[in-house]
């Protein structure tokens, strides 16, 4: 049986308190990701390595099907559909995990719900036409990001006074928004959107002071897993060369009381909790 709304919010509301925050392994389901040897074949692929995560400690799978990396280019709404719908229905037939959709599409969002999806996570944080009322209508939690622009754009509006102030209140706008067309605040999830139209110091500013989201009363996610921040801090040009920065962001997040953290290295990522959450308890008793 797959988790109820009210039992999966219960566990993002809790993930800070408890000690740890929940683990999202992120499954990209996009031509560069995965096997090009056919359609079927990349959402086997896709299938299987999402079952890798879930049996390595994922709470929850973050399945996108349209590449969010700066300057990358739409896909097609059918193209994301074909990508993404197998997949969520392949994972379905083995794992009740938690699942999410990653995309900006309410088309995208309406059919993974009805294939098994749990959970939106929308980059865009709903402001398509139609998607506020679309995901109202799913009825299940949503994350809204902070971004400027659009991935092809963001890099070149990433122009701040006071980033973390302005994070917040772009999100608290969007939250008002979700608020307006019926959906329950206590269902959001914020997020900071670390490397989507910042630079360097805007990323480290909102690391530093990812507190003062916290302290807003909703969960907080935090996506820092081989983002170009962590490169640029440790001259690594290659993401896969960036677990140790990584795991040391995701620590950071977690002492500032991040509910979920986005990550590709979910076992590393969850051992690495594992000696974080122990002092937590230690501290906590
Ligand atoms: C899809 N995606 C890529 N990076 C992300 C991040 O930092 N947060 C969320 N919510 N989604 C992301």
């Known amino acids: 049986m797959t988790l109820t709304k009210a039992a999966l919010l219960a566990r993002i509301h809790g993930a800070p308190q408890s000690g740890r925050p929940m683990v999202m392994g992120v499954v990209n389901v996009t031509p560069d990701s995965f096997s090009d040897g056919g359609d079927h074949f990349a959402a086997e692929q896709a299938i299987a390595h999402s079952l890798q995560l879930a049996s390595q400690g994922a709470d929850i799978l973050d399945i996108g099907g349209e590449s969010t990396r700066p300057g990358s280019l739409p896909v097609s709404l059918q193209e994301e559909l074909d ?41 865009n944080a709903l402001q398509a036409p139609k998607a506020l009322e679309v995901a109202k209508a799913c009825d299940v939690p949503v994350v809204v990001m902070h971004m400027r622009g659009t991935p092809e754009t963001m890099q070149a509006q990433a122009n701040y006074d006071d980033v973390v ?45 990812l507190s003062e989201l916290v302290q807003s009363g909703t969960p907080v996610l935090a996506g820092l897993s081989r983002k170009s921040m962590l490169g640029a801090l440790t001259q690594r040009e290659s993401p896969k060369e960036r677990l140790a920065a990584s795991l040391s962001a995701c620590l950071i997040a977690a002492q500032a009381g991040a509910a979920i953290v986005r990550v590709h290295d979910v076992q590393e990522t969850c051992d690495a909790l594992k000696v974080w959450a122990a002092v937590y308890d230690y501290n906590k008793n």
Not at 89 to 108: A, F, M, N, Q
């Open 165 to 209: 102030a302005e994070v917040m209140e772009f999100l608290t706008e969007r939250m008002l928004a979700c608020e307006k067309v019926g959906m329950d605040k206590k269902s959001l999830i914020i997020d900071p959107g670390f490397g989507f139209g910042k630079k360097l110091d805007h990323n480290v500013a909102l690391l530093a002071r």
């Open 83 to 123: 990508r993404v719908i197998p997949v969520i229905k392949g994972i379905r037939l083995h794992t009740d995990c938690p699942i999410s959709i990653d995309t900006s599409k309410p088309e995208v969002m309406e059919a993974a719900v009805s294939a098994g999806a749990n959970l939106i996570n929308d980059v």
